[in-house]
């Protein structure tokens, strides 16, 4: 059974930094493209960055680049995203999700709630 677990998320001060765990199980992480999404209170779900299985390529969000690296620890079949410079607009539950390449992904983990606030 594929399970994708999040961990990571609380609240932070604008300016600060969290990294978000994703530990998938019933599959290598490194067969399906994980990526993250996140949801805001009102708007719809987007995608934030997203890592290719085959060669690694990333994709971010143009609202993250520059602040947000997602990044791959095989050995305990987890992808990670690190995010920095976080500002209120990044409020959000943020899920991982593979594949991320389609539309939709097919496995969603729960979700983790991220609060930018002072």
């Known amino acids: 059974q594929v399970q994708l677990v999040e961990s990571g998320g609380g609240l932070v001060q604008p300016g600060g930094s969290l990294r978000l765990s994703c530990a998938a199980f019933?599959?290598?992480?490194?067969?399906?493209?994980i990526g993250w999404f996140r949801q805001a209170p009102g708007k719809e779900r987007e995608v934030v960055s997203c890592?290719?299985?085959?060669?690694?390529?990333?994709y971010y969000a143009d609202s993250v680049k520059g602040r947000f690296t997602i990044f791959s620890v095989h050995a305990n079949n987890t992808k990670y995203l690190e995010m920095s410079s976080l500002k209120p607009e990044d409020t959000a539950v943020y899920y991982c999700?593979?594949?991320?390449?389609?539309?939709?992904?097919?496995?969603w983990g729960q979700g983790t709630q991220v609060t930018v606030s002072s």
């Open positions: 999700a593979a594949p991320c390449y389609r539309k939709p992904p097919i496995w």
């Open positions: 019933g599959f290598a992480s490194g067969y399906y493209a």
């Open positions: 890592i290719s299985s085959a060669d690694g390529t990333t």
